[in-house]
T-cell receptor
Framework: GQQLNQSPQSMFIQEGEDVSMNCTSS?????WLWYKQDPGEGPVLLIA?????ELTSNGRLTAQFGITRKDSFLNISASIPSDVGIYFC???????????FGQGTTLQVKP | NAGVTQTPKFQVLKTGQSMTLQCAQD?????MYWYRQDPGMGLRLIYY???????DKGEVPNGYNVSRLNKREFSLRLESAAPSQTSVYFC????????????FGPGTRLTVL
């Protein structure tokens, strides 16, 4: 089946540093989504991307939908301790509503 | 406006027992989904319901059944639980299946002994 490769698997950074993570797929997606999951909670939507080449920001977060429609990246600028959590990318192939999730990037921020 | 709610939050079962996980959304969404989350594997789709009255298999449907009771509610049933079904289960919903932005509930943590 379709798979997403998300990297890196984990990051341990100093507060104030910028963070970058990405997802790649062997298949084309129509939508790319980025979610954050806090411990013991469900994933919360951060950014949704609907068009190839689209660059969207949400506060300190910026995400892009790759031109080939097979990849996406998420950047977090000036990280803070509350950025700690697991970040997931998800892609939607076609219009079925099904999402394919990456394995997640665990982010730890040292104050 | 509670969004997506799930019950129970925690459950421990013995092998062979059955149970139903409940999910409800108050956002008037048409499509609902059930996922399981295992360490290092992200979320995998078990079943989904594109609209009231329809259900379809996802990536890992074996050992599960679902019921779309009405527009608000979508339940997941384990008829004979197995240790391999120990996982965290998430329900999600979206306005229509053509839109990818799904909203998730808080999860049910299930342990099968």
């Amino acid at each position: 089946g379709q798979q997403l490769n998300q990297s890196p698997q984990s990051m341990f950074i100093q507060e104030g540093e910028d963070v970058s993570m990405n997802c790649t797929s062997s298949s084309i997606f129509n939508t790319w989504l980025w979610y954050k999951q806090d411990p013991g909670e469900g994933p919360v939507l951060l950014i949704a991307l609907y068009k190839a080449g689209e660059l969207t920001s949400n506060g300190r977060l910026t995400a892009q939908f790759g031109i080939t429609r097979k990849d996406s990246f998420l950047n977090i600028s000036a990280s803070i301790p509350s950025d700690v959590g697991i970040y997931f990318c998800a892609g939607q192939p076609g219009n079925t509503g099904k999402l394919i999730f990456g394995q997640g990037t665990t982010l730890q921020v040292k104050p | 406006n509670a969004g997506v709610t799930q019950t129970p939050k925690f459950q421990v079962l013995k092998t062979g027992q059955s149970m139903t996980l409940q999910c409800a959304q108050d956002m008037n969404h048409n499509s609902m989904y059930w996922y399981r989350q295992d360490p290092g594997m992200g979320l995998r789709l078990i079943y989904y319901s594109a609209s009231e009255g329809t259900t379809d298999k996802g990536e890992v449907p074996n050992g599960y059944n679902v019921s779309r009771l009405n527009k608000r509610e979508f339940s997941l049933r384990l008829e004979s639980a197995a240790p391999s079904q120990t996982s965290v289960y998430f329900c999600a919903s979206t306005r229509t299946s053509g839109i990818g932005t799904q909203y998730f509930g808080p999860g049910t943590r299930l342990t099968v002994l």
